[in-house]
């Protein structure tokens, strides 16, 4: 969270135990979604957060290896996210983070 952009973080699994994709809830502007091991299913968590009425320029970072030296983090939106991942690459592991809070973070990171 972050004061006067998100007072919400929900953290999901991007899969449940049967591998089936989460339940991505309805849109809130003021929400952040941190969604675990999930991105080698990237394009498909994009089309269920837009399918469940989050905008094409919902801010989105892939932060890879959180915590450690080499931690990475990839900047896009909801529309180019894609994209940006299959042109740099991935470093597993990984999680997606996605609401307006990613505009805040200050570290160094991989934009479109």
Known sequence: THRGVADQVLVLSGADRNGALPSIPHYL????????????????????LSQSGHPPDLPIAI???AGCPDQRTVRGTLETIVDIVDRVGHNAPG??????AVNVLSDAAIED
């Open 29 to 48: 502007a003021t929400r952040t979604l941190v969604i675990l091991m999930s991105v080698k299913r990237l394009s498909q968590i994009t089309q269920l």
């Open 63 to 65: 932060v890879e290896r």
């Open 95 to 100: 999680l997606i983070v996605a609401g307006f």
